[in-house]
């Protein structure tokens, strides 16, 4: 393996959920450029296949609400990166329970079974790098999004939990945690909110999505994977159980 900070990855597969568009394709070509063989998971079958083509990886088409096909993907990866996710705004008592239920299975029970089929594999290399895309949602609540924010937040203990098991082992596990980035999901709030509030999807932007945050910038989705690469690096054999907030300050405020 070379040391050189483009190849940190060489020899070393990895596994991307949600890797056909926003941060999960933005991860699959930083850790390709690394170094790293990339699986990218995704239920976008034709997105998938355009990023292992372009990464030299595979495609996995694959609905991370069905256990058995979770089951059938590799389990012998090195790197981990549990960024699929999904999202519905609702008041509580309007919130529909089958949403709820939907989105924990992916942004929950799927990265639970990602990583409880990837260990056994991390801990005979004595190596591991996990890596949970929560979100400032993940420290932090807003109203309206009680399935994201209750499942973001399962997924930063999960993640703890890991890094607990793995630390005897050389498998790091930490959550990445961004504010509003500039990805399909965000532009797809956007365009909901202007409509709601008739006005300039730039003034959604500034006053309703980043109204907490002292930065009134989207975070750019290739920024979030830069972190992620860094966090498999030699350097960040130490950095584990924690939850890096990548907000524009949000979590400051």
């Known amino acids: 393996m070379t040391s050189g900070p483009h190849h940190t990855l060489d020899g070393r597969t990895a596994l991307v959920t949600g890797g056909a568009g926003g941060i999960g394709r933005a991860c699959a070509r930083a850790l390709a450029a690394a170094g790293a063989k990339v699986h990218v998971v995704d239920r976008d079958g034709p997105g998938a296949e355009a990023v292992a083509a ?16 979770i089951a059938a993907l590799p389990a012998e990866v090195d790197v981990l990166v549990n960024n699929a996710g999904l999202q519905h705004v609702a008041a509580l008592h309007e919130f529909p329970p089958e949403r709820f239920a939907l989105i924990q299975q992916v942004m929950v029970t799927a990265p639970f079974l990602l990583i409880r089929a990837a260990l056994p594999h991390m801990y005979a290399r004595g190596w591991g790098r996990v890596v949970n ?48 980035v500039g990805t399909p999901l965000v532009d797809a709030q956007i365009a909901a909110q202007s409509r709601e509030h008739g006005i300039d ?24 994977a ?3 690469v860094w966090l498999c690096g030699p350097h960040a054999a130490h950095l584990t159980g924690a939850s890096i907030p990548v907000d524009g300050g949000w979590t400051a405020t």
Do not use: F, N, Q
Request: aromatic residues 4%; negative net charge; glycine residues 8%.
């Open 54 to 69: 372009e990464v030299g990886g595979w495609a996995h088409v694959v609905d991370l609400a069905d256990p058995d096909a």
């Open 133 to 180: 895309v929560s979100s400032v949602h993940g420290l932090r609540a807003s109203a309206y999004k009680a399935a994201y924010v209750a499942a973001k937040h399962a997924l930063e203990g999960l993640s703890k939990v890991t890094a607990i098991e793995g630390a005897p082992h050389g498998v790091t596990s930490v959550c990445v945690s961004p504010g509003y």
């Open 201 to 224: 999807p730039a003034d959604v932007v500034e006053r309703v999505l980043l109204d907490r945050a002292p930065m009134k910038k989207l975070i750019d989705a290739g920024d979030v």
């Open 226 to 228: 830069a972190l992620v």
